[in-house]
């Protein structure tokens, strides 16, 4: 062994170590090197294999990632549409506020309005709907449709009575979703054309409705209550009550 190889031994670990990466592919270096120099480039194979190894690993798994990750986004890209076309086109939430329509529905009940089903038939009596307010659009109501288009709706002596071509004498309108005790204050008629409805709030000696600011016409009526969510004690789908008319 020359001096210089009796030098190059008796230096520290790491000075071998970098001689082994720098020269591995240089056989005839490497076999002038002491069994722990052997060992030593046989290990630093090992971990440049074990590191490529670990490299397509990650590579892989970021792949992997990559992929779920797209996959993730377009789920929520899809959820967001569909939310939104559900949203903005078939159901919408609706907040009360007031006393209006109490006993049925109280001041800050949350609601799901169905904005779906007057596309393919028209309200009908009884229906709790959402609507423009006909002075102000930006602002919207609560009530119940008692009068429907082409009839006459009086409002006398504490009772509705509604007249059509099936009851051109009159009828007096039932509604069982009222108290026993309550009356409908005031008094008005009002004749409904083609597309104009007559709304009540159910809370007849405290509601702001027909009686005051006149029929609503249907192009102003949102939709439906479908069901109530909040509170939960209260939840519930709302159906439209059997009337006698």
């Known amino acids: 062994m020359t001096r210089s190889e009796v030098r190059f ?13 720098i020269f591995a592919k240089r056989k005839n270096l490497i076999y002038n090197i002491n069994s722990e120099g052997w060992f030593l480039y046989l290990q630093i194979r090992m971990e440049i294999k074990s590191k490529k190894r670990v490299g397509k690993i990650v590579l892989g798994y970021l792949g992997s990632a990559g992929l779920f990750l797209i996959e993730i986004i377009k789920v929520a890209v899809l959820a967001g549409i569909t ?14 506020k007031g006393a209006s329509m109490e006993p ?4 800050k009940e949350y609601l799901i309005i169905d904005e779906i089903s007057f596309r393919f038939r028209a309200p009908g009596r009884g229906e709790v709907i959402v609507f423009k307010y006909p ?9 119940r449709i008692v009068g429907l288009p082409g ?11 509604i007249y059509n071509t099936e009851h051109p004498e009159g ?3 039932d509604e069982p979703y009222l108290p026993m005790d309550l009356s409908t204050v005031g008094e008005r008629v009002t004749i409904l054309d083609g597309n104009q ?3 009540l709030g159910d809370n007849r000696q405290n509601s702001y409705d027909s009686r005051r600011f006149g029929a609503v016409d249907k192009k102003l009526i949102i939709g439906r209550t479908f069901f109530r969510g909040w509170p939960f004690n209260r939840a519930e789908l709302i159906r439209q009550p059997d009337l006698n008319i």
């Not at 939310?83 to 009360?96: S, T």
């Open 9 to 21: 031994l008796n230096r520290p670990r790491n000075a071998i170590w970098r001689f082994c990466v």
């Open 83 to 96: 939310i939104g076309i559900v949203r903005y086109f078939l159901f919408k939430p609706f907040y009360v």
């Open 104 to 107: 049925n529905f109280f001041d």
């Open 135 to 143: 002075d102000n659009p930006k602002e919207f109501f609560l009530k």
């Open 151 to 161: 009839e006459t709706v009086k409002v006398a002596e504490g009772q509705i009575t």
């Open 171 to 173: 009828v007096v309108l």
């Open 197 to 199: 409805y007559f709304v």
